[in-house]
């Protein structure tokens, strides 16, 4: 274990890989501040430059940038009142009235510093759980893993807000497409049509890009925005006394730190819902409830902390048992297996440097990260101001560029544009794009262990055990809204009668 | 004002999962049935669910609407806008196929910002920064020679 910690921490200060973190903790932090690109987005984008690179550098590259893309989020938040990342949007509700009052600098000292931390203790958590649940892992079969995989699946339609049946509608589309082309098994050509460019399969490069990069600017554009963001409030004073806040507080920075941890390790929880738990319970443990929402530096601690911390937790299950906490990490689970590496137990084993090397890479990044915003934030927040008029061509440019070079198919295009328009189709009523993502890249996977545990196990293969039980989890997990609102119904009736 | 209404997606899923159901009961092999037929059966039912529970809303909202601003299943202005963007989202892909990518991106660059309404300068300025930049990070960069198209010789 000691000397895969050196290795790591070797492979991560190799010049190549710091200059390539830096770059992408630069790119990172411009697209945490630009609203309707999120990180995802930019994964997507990014894709195609890992093919052919090695598995650190490529893995340093997209690891890197996601773990900074939510520091940044919360400057413009602050300074614009509008969220860079949708999960930044929390911290708009004390930050804003903060940058308002003129404490726009102590605002951003506190939301940096808090996110720089909330990115590195977790990290520290992750590498201390990795020899506790190294025993679990290798206890984990093929029915044990399709109970997981499932479970992975249809714990992110709870992301769908209020309509989980389109949740679940969206990831078995995904799980549908990932089918696409010759079956390994049996040799059968399904939903291929006779296209010779279907044979192989649907690449997740066009797909993520379309359903990602293109149907957001599709929205944007739709939508009628001509600036993302119009005004800026760039009074920067008083740094340093965010930063003691964070201090003064550390005990809700503490909570909300392991708060979002534990969200990040849930596949399919997102950060919308670990930054609001978090600021709902620094609302409740605070001496001033009445503050919040009038510029509160506490209500900018708490979610901050919480929106960085949840992403060694997901990425250590990503790694772990090869199942994406969010449409990010599943992003991720395809820039694993271009640069050869299978996540899941079998990695935690074979590939354990590379591990410890990633999550070492997210507290490093945090590290730089908040070095640059706090030098920095007035003029980053600048970069939300771009307009579409050059945003749109630009993304399309690159998202083309980047479909042919790693795919070397003109097809691909058509894809993308199909995608594209499934994923604003979907985006407008309801459907969830980060589901199918996650549907998609889970697919093969399913299949196998499916496939496997019934040749093992017979049909029933779920109804061992540990898969009985994480099933039946997940099921009460999704009926859980409905199962309140029937018993509030069921007391209501009951008073009135 | 009109708001959308999800019935087409609703309506696209239902034929999805119905056409997965029956497309995945030709596979050969049950090994490549398996996965398929429950995902399209699972779209199909819950899609089926959508339907209906979104007609029986869209049915009690007519009867309760007065004033003509019922549920829109889309939005026609922004259909147009749509449109006007497919159209050149489309025109971008064809140029890319024909003439290749370095003549495509200057020319999309330029003439999608100057439809935009800006200046001829901003416009020339932002085609050769693309340009500059794809063939930068593609070629040397990355050392990827991007599509030629089809006239110049498609690699």
Same mark, same amino acid.
């Given at each position: ?25 630069? !790119? ?5 501040? $630009?609203?309707?690109? +999120? ?12 093919? +052919? ?20 989020? %919360? ?65 984990? %079969? ?9 479970? %992975? ?33 049996? +040799? ?13 399969? $649907? ?18 554009? !739709? ?22 806040? !964070? ?16 969200? %990040? ?57 090869? $199942? ?14 271009? !640069? ?158 | 004002?009109?708001?959308?209404? &999800? ?15 029956? #497309? &995945? ?6 090994? #490549?049935?398996? /996965? ?23 049915? #009690? ?8 601003? &019922? ?7 922004? /259909? ?49 920064? &693309? ?14 020679? /991007? ?9």
């Amino acid at each position: 274990m000691l000397e895969a910690y050196g290795t790591a921490i070797a492979t991560l200060f190799q010049p190549i890989n710091l200059l390539i973190m830096l770059v992408a903790v630069c !790119v990172g932090l411009i697209v945490g501040i $630009i609203p309707g690109i +999120g990180g995802g987005t930019m994964v997507a984008l990014l894709l195609p430059f890992v093919f +052919g690179r090695s598995a650190d550098t490529a893995l340093i590259l997209l690891v890197s940038l996601h773990a900074v893309v939510f520091t940044s989020g %919360g400057i413009t938040s602050i300074l614009l009142n509008m969220p860079g990342e949708s999960s930044s949007a929390a911290t708009m509700l004390d930050g804003f009235p903060m940058a308002q009052k003129g404490e726009a600098g102590r605002a951003i000292g506190a939301a940096v510093t808090s996110s720089m931390f909330g990115g590195i203790v977790p990290v520290i958590f992750a590498l201390a759980m990795i020899p506790l649940i190294m025993p679990m892992l290798l206890a984990f %079969g093929q029915p044990e893993m399709a109970a997981l995989v499932l479970a %992975g699946i249809l714990f992110m339609s709870i992301l769908t807000r209020g309509a989980v049946g389109k949740g679940i509608i969206s990831g078995m589309v995904g799980l549908l497409i990932s089918v696409i082309g010759y079956h390994a098994v049996t +040799g059968v050509q399904r939903f291929s049509f006779g296209i010779p460019p279907l044979h192989d399969g $649907i690449s997740i490069i066009p797909l993520a890009l379309g359903l990602f990069g293109i149907s957001e600017m599709f929205d944007l554009v !739709v939508t009628g925005q001509t600036k993302i963001a119009q005004t800026l409030n760039s009074k920067y004073t008083g740094v340093w006394e965010g930063v003691k806040d !964070v201090w003064r507080h550390k005990w809700l920075w503490l909570r909300s730190t392991i708060i979002g941890y534990i969200v %990040g390790i849930i596949p399919g929880i997102g950060g919308q819902v670990a930054t609001w738990v978090c600021y709902g319970q620094a609302k409740q443990t605070s001496k001033h409830p009445e503050k919040f929402g009038t510029g509160a530096v506490e209500g900018v601690i708490a979610p901050e902390a919480a929106d960085n911390a949840k992403e060694a937790g997901s990425l250590l299950t990503t790694m772990a048992f090869g $199942i994406p906490g969010g449409a990010v990490m599943a992003l991720m689970l395809s820039a694993f297996a271009m !640069v050869g590496v299978t996540p899941g137990p079998k990695m935690m084993v074979d590939n354990l440097p590379l591990a410890l090397t990633l999550l070492l890479g997210i507290a490093l990044a945090n590290i730089i990260g908040a070095v640059i915003c706090l030098l920095s934030a007035p003029s980053m927040a600048r970069l939300a101001t771009v307009r579409m008029e050059y945003l749109f061509p630009a993304i399309l440019i690159v998202s083309l560029a980047g479909i042919y070079a790693a795919t070397l198919s003109p097809f691909n295009f058509a894809v993308a544009l199909a995608f594209g328009l499934l994923g604003l189709a979907m985006k407008r009523y309801g459907y969830s794009r980060p589901a199918l993502i996650l549907g998609f890249a889970l697919g093969a996977l399913f299949e196998n262990y499916t496939l496997l545990s019934i040749k093992l196990y017979g049909p029933f293969f779920l109804f061992r055990p540990i898969p009985l039980a994480i099933l039946a989890i997940t099921l009460l997990v999704l009926a859980y809204p409905y199962l309140t609102r029937a018993i509030a119904r069921f007391k209501q009736r009951r008073a009135a009668s | 004002m009109k708001t959308p209404n &999800s019935l087409i997606a609703d309506v696209f899923f239902l034929l999805l999962g119905l056409f997965g159901i029956i #497309s &995945s009961l030709t596979f050969r092999f049950w090994e #490549s049935m398996v /996965l398929p037929l429950a995902a399209s059966t699972v779209i199909f039912v819950l899609a089926l669910a959508e339907v209906v529970k979104n007609l029986r809303r869209r049915r #009690s909202v007519a009867a309760a609407d007065t004033d003509g601003t &019922s549920e829109a299943l889309v939005d026609r202005t922004e /259909l147009k806008k749509l449109a006007v963007l497919f159209t050149w989202t489309v025109g971008f892909f064809l140029a890319t196929y024909v003439f290749g990518y370095y003549i495509a991106i200057p020319l999309f660059a330029f003439a999608y910002v100057k439809w935009t309404g800006k200046g001829w300068l901003a416009a020339l300025i932002f085609a050769v920064v &693309s340009l500059a930049f794809v063939y930068g990070v593609f070629e040397l960069g990355l050392k990827t020679p /991007l599509f030629k198209g089809i006239i110049f010789g498609a690699r």
